[in-house]
């Protein structure tokens, strides 16, 4: 059974950083291409960054790019967020996705207010 079960979310202060992790199971994860997508209050599901299974190519939201970095550890069968400079916009749930098994994470609520 497929299972992808993120951590790492909460409340943090604009300018605040949050390192998010998604622990994988049920699939070959060293193989597998991995993605972060966010979907804010009122906004539709958004895609944040891609990490592939090979070379660790990444790939950002140009909005996002320099300051969320996106990372794997496939001994762990983990893939991680690190998100810096936050800002109140960042509010959203943070979901982990495996696109070739179009497979979501339940999600972890991230807040950045003052």
């Known amino acids: 059974q497929v299972q992808l079960v993120e951590s790492g979310g909460g409340l943090v202060q604009p300018g605040g950083s949050l390192r998010l992790s998604c622990v994988a199971s049920?699939?070959?994860?060293?193989?597998?291409?991995m993605s972060w997508y966010r979907q804010a209050p009122g906004k539709e599901r958004e895609l944040v960054a891609t990490?592939?299974?090979?070379?660790?190519?990444?790939n950002y939201a140009d909005s996002l790019k320099g300051r969320f970095t996106i990372s794997r550890d496939n001994a762990k069968k983990t893939v991680y967020l690190q998100m810096n400079s936050l800002k109140p916009e960042d509010t959203a749930v943070y979901y982990c996705?495996?696109?070739?098994?179009?497979?979501w994470g339940q999600g972890t609520q991230v807040t950045v207010s003052s």
């Open positions: 990490i592939s299974s090979t070379e660790r190519i990444t």
């Open positions: 996705y495996r696109p070739l098994s179009a497979y």
């Open positions: 049920g699939f070959t994860f060293s193989s597998s291409t």
